[in-house]
């Protein structure tokens, strides 16, 4: 057996031939062998000495192209080529064979050069191509990998698992360049995909390699469900029990799911639901069945939401949504928790108050508030605004522009108005339950500028939604928000993960990845994710991803049972400028500057620092003095005696680093800081730079963080003018010989000061950036490598893992298994069998007519999955996905049996039979001929209900009958989903 086909039998895609459309991708040259002996040969054509055999050129957006260039090569004769123009994003894209779950070290030679330079060129021609080039840089030109299940199998996105890591191709100014990385294939991945996104420049690549590798220690792998290294459980445990509650989100109701199991013949018994959160102590979130809930002990979370929840058009007689922060808000509100303890008195357990009321509930100024039917009541929030935020200058933003001074002001009064709110539902809900708990809001998957500390004054638990993605930052979302909302609000913090199919194929590993990030970063619990966003079909991660349901199941019960984790002494903090960051109109860039810092110091260096605030600084939450090192992201704008008190900290023997070379423009209305930048980091600010290259200073003499010759930089360079030449030591400098990174001695402390932020998106998969934060955190004097960064939960749920050939198929060629989100359709064999019913009015097709097992409706469960919408997909006009009669049968006779024959061109060795039903379901009996194989009970089942009925037979026959027994006398009806023989 050839290495190709061994490979893919193991994907569980050769049975006793390869498929057809595996033999055709074979002939293309789109699978390559996986022998060990030439690992290159994953790569076809990898150095493009055959034009572009075997890769894919897409231009998205225009002027671009691909081609190869034979006057230009690394390797060889000839390289690729992408070309993009201003605006532009073309990509070069290959895919190659690999297997599941294995790290692969992808390997190729670049370099890059500007299009051409910008039109208005008053400086030299060199740092001009610098310019263009940093430009192209803020693009992201990058290589991603896409993960791919095997050949027929679907996702939620089609063909399509995952992007694994994305790493951006610095500048090289015309300069041949190494690239490398690693890579975790995802469990289910059969092919992985390197697709090459080029903005804005030229790119050339050459010989690219993609092959089997182990990581050298301390090698970053890029990995779609992290695993961490030598990972710690038992040893970071305390002796002090957590308390942690474990509880899913809003639509875990437990109803409703009766139409998707009819059409996708599955099991869902509604009772086992409720046992099942009984036994995880899970919280249902809508009343459902009282009766259950308080059988197996089920407590309710209340929902004190807005949107269309609670506060909707018609309860409160409007013509128009009713804003969170409208006086009507607070009563409708107030209504619903009396209503909610008055009717589920002894059930309610918690109470959550609103979804994203900062994100998109507190309303985006504009000049259409004011001629709404809300207008009076922003005409007095823009009054109230400008006088008790605004210093009697700044109102409401208009949404045009900046503005930042009036969304500083602005958000404070929503801010306020919110935490009046709170206030009044604590002060009503604690009235009639002292023991209620109150968690805060869940906001964006973003870093939401508020004093949060402050606001979570009114409630017990602080949350935040996670939502993980592909990009070095983004895949440290889930961490890096949980110590966010953890440190800025010094309450317990249960953020709301969302491990589901979110436009990715979640497993079983990246439930424990992310829940213990959550842990490993000072939170409590997790919000379990009872919902499939992007399979609404489906629904619930029970039908969609079972292995992962599992996994999620068993770790809730885990984390309940584990106690506190011993978490090291703070010794650094990270200032999150809540003022800079209000100060912006798109909440999504609040997160990237403090996200950077969050990866580079703690995973990444292992230190253990606290978020700090404004607002903390000022009222004393935190002590300056604690820290032996303060980095300062992004602070643009900062209240003059919260920069004063940052000043006062270096003086008294601190280091300040501060990474923005924005920071202290002005104070939060408008007032110049330049004065204090000049004090403490001895520098003035002098417009922007043009070159993106770090290199190290001659005077930097042998500090340890500046390990590497040269440091790429990403963001917009500022030129710094130095105040004091003699106090101030130089220790970067760009290309043009400007200064890039400034050392300045402040009293007992000492300051730092960058002419270009290496905090960002880009620069954390960086090795040097890597190494160069990793340094100076030690010559701040703070500790590194700390094992709380190796926490990880244990976990018995097995991978994913891709489906394994059996000896018993299916014969009726119907079997589909949903795998963390892929459908794969293993072991169906096809028989070009037949069913007819033996009953004068057939609820299908013609009496006697015999119907296809690919077109019948009790074996259409591979169809309907096909079927179903999912993911991105828009709905077609009409389309009602579960119409009964498009996927079941309905039998209302209760009069005559219903008989089902079951007919296969030849006999077939036969092991067991599958019904799935709903309604009232009369005896069954199996049969050959006159012989009786197999025999089931009647039985009733509740209108929320289906059953599998799994009965063994055996023998050798060509022909079954299934015969029901008349039914009960104004019975409901037997409702048939679908039918399964398996065999050899």
């Not at 400086?123 to 991603?144: F, I, K, S």
């Not at 522009?401 to 958000?411: K, L, T």
Request: proline share 7%.
């Amino acid at each position: 057996m050839d290495t190709q086909t061994r490979h893919l039998r193991r994907h569980g895609q050769c049975r006793r031939h390869v498929s057809a459309a595996l033999i055709a991708w074979a002939a293309a040259g789109l699978l390559a062998a996986t022998a060990a002996d030439a690992p290159t040969a994953l790569v076809e054509n990898a150095s493009f000495e055959d034009g572009l055999k075997g890769w894919t050129p897409y231009v998205s957006r225009a002027p671009g192209n691909c081609k190869v260039d034979t006057a230009v090569a690394h390797d060889g004769k000839a390289s690729a080529r992408v070309t993009s123009g201003a605006g532009a994003r073309v990509s070069l894209s290959t895919r190659v064979a690999v297997e599941p779950d294995r790290v692969y070290r992808i390997g190729l030679w670049y370099r890059t050069e500007v299009l051409e330079a910008p039109g208005a060129a008053a400086a030299p021609a060199a740092e001009v191509n610098e310019l263009a080039e940093a430009q192209a840089d803020t693009g992201q030109t990058v290589l991603r990998t896409v993960m791919r299940p095997p050949a027929g199998c679907r996702s939620n996105s089609g063909d399509f698992l995952c992007y694994v890591g994305e790493q951006p191709f610095p500048a090289t100014f015309g300069a041949w360049r190494r690239f490398e990385m690693l890579v975790r294939t995802h469990p289910l991945a059969a092919f992985c995909g390197l697709e090459i996104n080029v903005y804005a420049r030229a790119l050339w690549i050459d010989a690219v390699s993609v092959e089997p590798s182990e990581p050298a220690p301390g090698e970053a792998v890029a990995a779609f469900a992290p695993v961490a290294s030598s990972p710690l459980y038992e040893e970071l445990l305390t002796d002090t029990p957590s308390g942690a509650t474990v509880f899913p989100n809003w639509s875990y109701n437990f109803s409703g799911m009766r139409p998707a199991a009819l059409k996708f013949g599955l099991e869902y018994v509604q009772a086992e639901q409720y046992a099942v959160a009984g036994r995880h102590r899970f919280s249902s979130t809508g009343p459902g069945d009282q009766a259950l809930a308080r059988q197996y002990d089920v407590p309710l979370l209340g929902f004190v939401n807005h949107f269309s929840e609670v506060i909707n058009k018609s309860k409160a007689g409007r013509t128009a949504p009713t804003p969170l922060l409208h006086p009507l808000t607070e009563k409708l509100m107030l209504e619903y928790i009396e209503a909610l303890h008055r009717d589920h008195d002894g059930r309610v357990w918690g109470l959550f108050y609103a979804d994203e009321p900062f994100g998109r509930g507190a309303v985006k100024p504009s000049p259409a508030l004011f001629t709404g039917e809300d207008k009076d009541f922003w005409t007095q929030a823009d009054r109230e605004v400008r006088e008790q935020f605004g210093g009697g200058v700044y109102g409401m933003p208009t949404g045009e522009g900046d503005e930042p001074f009036q969304w500083i002001a602005y958000r404070r009064w929503a801010e306020q108005r919110l935490f009046e709110l709170f206030s009044r539902l604590q002060a009503r809900a604690k009235a009639l339950n002292p023991a209620v708990v109150l968690i805060g809001p869940d906001e964006l998957s973003a870093a939401i500028p508020r004093d949060w500390e402050r606001l979570a004054a009114t409630w017990d638990l602080s949350t935040g939604q996670t939502l993980a993605a592909w990009s070095p930052l983004r895949q440290n979302i889930t961490g890096f928000l949980t110590k966010f909302y953890a440190d800025l609000t010094l309450k317990p913090t249960c953020p709301f993960v969302q491990v589901s199919a979110y436009d990715h194929a979640a497993t079983p590993g990246l439930a424990r990845a992310l829940y213990s990030e959550v842990l490993r970063n000072g939170g409590s619990a997790f919000w379990i994710n009872g919902v499939e966003w992007y399979d609404r079909e489906l629904g619930h991660p029970s039908f969609n991803s079972p292995d992962r349901w599992a996994a999620m199941c068993e770790l809730a019960d885990t984390v309940r049972r584990t106690p506190r984790l011993r978490t090291p002494v703070a010794d650094s903090a990270v200032l999150y400028s809540v003022d800079t960051h209000q100060a912006q109109p798109n909440y999504q860039l609040s997160s990237p500057p403090c996200a950077a810092a969050h990866l580079l110091i703690g995973p990444t260096a292992g230190g253990w620092f606290h978020f700090i605030s404004e607002g903390q600084i000022e009222r004393g939450s935190r002590n300056l003095a604690d820290y032996k090192v303060i980095y300062v992201p992004a602070a643009t704008y900062l209240r003059r005696p919260v920069a004063e008190a940052l000043e006062t900290y270096a003086r008294a023997g601190g280091t300040l680093v501060c990474t923005d070379p924005t920071a202290l423009t002005a104070d939060d209305r408008g007032a110049s800081l330049a004065d204090l930048r000049e004090r403490c980091f001895g520098v003035r600010v002098a417009g922007e730079g043009r070159s993106t290259r770090l290199a190290r200073a001659e005077d930097a003499g042998d500090l340890a963080m500046l390990a590497d010759a040269e440091y790429p930089v990403f963001e917009t360079p500022r030129r710094l003018e130095i105040v004091e030449p003699a106090a101030t030591r130089v220790l970067m400098r760009f290309a043009d010989g400007s200064p890039g990174l400034v050392l300045r001695p402040l009293g007992a402390g000492r300051t730092l000061f960058f002419a270009a932020n290496p905090l960002g998106g880009n620069t954390v998969s960086q090795a040097e950036w890597r190494r160069f934060f990793r340094g100076l955190h030690v010559w701040a004097g703070a500790a590194v490598d700390l094992p709380i960064w190796r926490f990880q939960l244990p976990m018995q749920t097995p991978e994913a893992s891709l489906p394994a050939e059996a000896p018993v198929q299916c014969l009726t060629g119907n079997h589909a298994e949903m795998r963390s989100s892929v459908l794969f359709t293993p072991n169906n064999r096809e028989t070009a069998g037949t069913y007819r019913y033996a009953v004068a009015t057939p609820p299908e097709g013609q009496p006697g007519e015999a119907i296809a097992f690919t077109a019948g409706r009790l074996t259409d469960r591979v169809r309907a999955h096909r079927a179903a919408v999912r993911g991105h997909q828009k709905r077609p006009d009409g389309y009602e996905p579960f119409r009964q009669d498009d996927w079941s049968v309905a039998w209302a006779d209760t009069a005559q049996p219903l008989v089902v024959d079951i007919d296969f061109p030849s006999a077939c060795a036969m092991r067991r039979v599958a019904v799935v039903v709903a309604g009232e379901v009369p005896a069954l009996q199996v049969l050959s001929g006159e012989r009786e194989l197999a025999r089931a009970e009647a039985m009733s089942l509740p209108d929320t209900d289906t059953r599998r009925i799994e009965l063994p037979i055996e023998g050798s026959h060509r022909a079954l009958r299934l015969q029901f027994a008349p039914g009960r006398a104004a019975a409901p009806a037997l409702i048939l989903a679908e039918i399964e023989v398996w065999g050899e």
